[in-house]
């Protein structure tokens, strides 16, 4: 059996820590956006909770360069985790560190084997409804002109975004918002081409299997009939040898 290398065993122990950690982060950023009355207290204790969750992954990071057998090669792959790190960094802005950690645990997620392409695509579009309503909510509810006031207009105008029905009862109103749409509507457009692409391949791996099969069994009744000539053959022959005896 081949040992496992530092770095692959470290991501396997790490997976679900930080996956565990990743939901502590999805309700510390959810709770004051939902709840516009908590207090500083609270909304102190999840700014928190969010930079703990950014500096765990960041930690898991720099293990991860250490333990690669070559740093270059390892910084040259993951560079979008690189960027995932430092941006919080550069911009302490709460919207940052809800895309940087979106985009590490995506980049984890992706390393585990077992998480099939279906599974993931519905974890995406469940994350980027959640998430993009969230957003969306936190950058649109104080704006002067803003129509998206509350979690459910949030979460229709994240929908429609995400599918580009657009019916524009809904719309943001701020230029963060419209980046956070520009977003949603790209993210839509690559998952629905996933989906696509997921279905199509499935119906060519039956047609495939079906031509194999077809295949296979055509085959086999040419070679039965091979036989069954052959068999023929044979009795035409004795039957033709039996009066010479005679």
């Not at 790190?85 to 590490?104: D, F, G, H, Y």
């Not at 974890?123 to 509350?150: C, D, K, Q, W, Y």
């Not at 918002?177 to 081409?193: D, E, F, P, T, Y």
Request: aromatic share 8%.
């Amino acid at each position: 059996m081949e040992q496992m290398s530092p770095q692959a065993g470290w991501e396997r122990h790490t997976q679900r820590p930080l996956l565990a950690l990743a939901v502590a982060f999805a309700v510390a950023y959810a709770v004051p956006i939902v709840d516009a009355s908590a207090g500083p207290s609270v909304t102190a204790a999840c700014t928190a909770v969010e930079w703990v969750v950014w500096g765990a992954f960041a930690v898991d990071y720099l293990v991860r360069l250490a333990l690669a057998p070559q740093r270059r090669e390892f910084v040259r792959r993951h560079w979008l985790d690189l960027c995932a790190v430092v941006l919080p960094v550069l911009q302490p802005l709460r919207l940052l560190r809800l895309v940087s950690t979106l985009l590490l645990v995506g980049r984890r997620a992706r390393m585990a084997p077992q998480i099939r392409l279906t599974t993931y695509v519905v974890g995406a579009v469940i994350g980027l409804l959640m998430f993009g309503s969230l957003a969306v909510l936190s950058v649109e509810r104080e704006s002067p002109h803003g129509n998206i006031r509350t979690l459910g207009d949030a979460v229709w105008w994240s929908f429609t975004t995400m599918t580009t029905v657009g019916y524009g009862d809904h719309a943001p109103t701020t230029g963060l918002g419209r980046i956070i749409a520009v977003g949603l509507m790209l993210s839509g457009i690559a998952l629905l081409g996933v989906v696509t692409a997921n279905i199509a391949a499935w119906f060519i791996s039956r047609f495939e299997k079906d031509d194999v099969e077809e295949r296979r069994q055509t085959e086999a009744i040419a070679a039965l009939t091979e036989e069954v000539r052959l068999l023929r053959a044979e009795v035409s022959r004795l039957t033709a040898e039996r009066p010479e005896r005679r």
